[in-house]
């Protein structure tokens, strides 16, 4: 049986992996300091033969007994309000974290996938975003915690390739939801779904005339469960290509949900890139992948996850 570490367990995209690589009969180890991840999201495989959890902030020593096939780095605060709150722990888990996880793989022998961003190209003067695009970064604005943290990232597990051998894989994930995002971590599907489910208008940053383009996370997983297993070393965007305004996408939400709140404007933040779309051609050729999931079915599954949470967790807002 194959052993695989996956750090931020406990968040959105590593609980996935876990539910992913359990599902595919590997021997999970998870690992995660709960800084903005919750127990909640893995307790359904705490009971599994295969299934361990350590406690651990992989800023320290990482040290797990035994051999180890593949390490998945996904630990690191991920929407913009708490990396803003958290930056200087932002900025070691991208650089201190991934370098004691590089150091595990080589002792291991393991080959190690490192969650990289569609941030890496900032506030992009070129659309839609391919890898070879080197990026438009503050490096001094608030927001540069997490994009230079990633660009570091990138870097020095390519330095661990080319210097020792390393067996590396890089994944620049674009904006994905569904369900286990924190309602309250800010980001934009869970506050427009959080403000909608209280019966608050939607607040739209800026004019709303910037774009996302949204990926539901079981396209996202499976995206980088192809590029783990293949033999690919630089960085791959995965991420869905159908791109919308937010204020548009507010609109949907408000239909979605059957609402009738209203839209308003409040300040776009520093250094929010006014458009983002990923190019997929090269995940197309190398990893036959796209993805399949339509926002519309992926919305509607992530508003009904929403909508069973028990009106405690409604109540608590962004913090
Ligand atoms: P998340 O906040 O839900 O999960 C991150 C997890 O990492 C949390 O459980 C947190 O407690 C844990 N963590 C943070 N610092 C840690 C540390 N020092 N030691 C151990 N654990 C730590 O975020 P997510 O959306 O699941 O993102 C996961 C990864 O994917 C991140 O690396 C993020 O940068 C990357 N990513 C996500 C998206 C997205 O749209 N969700 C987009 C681009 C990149
Ligand atoms: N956004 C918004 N209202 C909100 C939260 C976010 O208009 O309540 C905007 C935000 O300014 C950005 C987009 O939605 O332009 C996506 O924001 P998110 O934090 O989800 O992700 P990121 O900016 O990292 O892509």
Not at 4 to 13: E, K, S
Not at 90 to 95: H, M, N
């Amino acid at each position: 049986m194959k052993r695989v570490l996956i750090t931020g367990a406990a968040g959105f995209l590593g609980s996935h992996l876990c539910d992913k690589f359990i599902t595919e009969g590997y021997h999970v180890i998870a690992m995660d300091n709960l800084i903005t991840g919750d127990l909640k999201n893995i307790e359904h495989l705490f009971h599994l033969e295969h299934f361990e959890f350590y406690h651990h902030d992989v800023t320290k020593f990482v040290h797990v007994p035994e051999n180890l096939d593949y390490i998945l780095h996904f630990a690191s605060p991920a929407s913009p309000i708490d990396y803003l709150k958290i930056p200087i722990q932002t900025l070691k888990v991208g650089s201190l974290g991934t370098h004691n996880l590089l150091g595990l793989a080589k002792e291991k022998n393991a080959r190690i996938l490192i969650a990289s961003t569609s941030e890496v190209y900032g506030d992009p003067l070129v659309h839609p975003q391919s890898e070879d695009y080197y990026g438009n970064v503050n490096t001094i604005g608030p927001r540069g915690v997490y994009d230079e943290a990633k660009r570091f990232q990138e870097s020095i597990t390519m330095a661990y390739h080319r210097f020792h051998g390393l067996d590396t894989r890089i994944v620049r994930i674009f904006n994905t939801y569904g369900p286990r995002m924190r309602l309250n971590d800010g980001r934009v599907i869970p506050a427009f779904i959080g403000q909608a489910l209280r019966g608050e208008d939607l607040t739209v940053f800026g004019d709303g005339a910037q774009t996302r383009s949204f990926c539901y996370v079981t396209d996202q997983i499976e995206g980088i469960y192809k590029l783990l297993l293949s033999d690919y070393r630089e960085p791959v965007n995965i991420g869905n290509p159908y791109e919308i305004t937010i204020k548009d996408f507010a609109e949907e939400i408000i239909k979605l949900t059957g609402t009738d709140q209203k839209i308003i404007y409040q300040p776009l933040p520093q250094d929010d890139p006014m458009q983002r779309q990923p190019d997929i051609s090269l995940a197309k050729k190398i990893l036959s992948w796209e993805p399949t999931v339509t926002r519309e079915e992926g919305m509607k599954l992530t508003y009904e996850y929403f909508k069973n949470l028990s009106q405690e967790e409604l109540s608590k807002k962004e913090h």
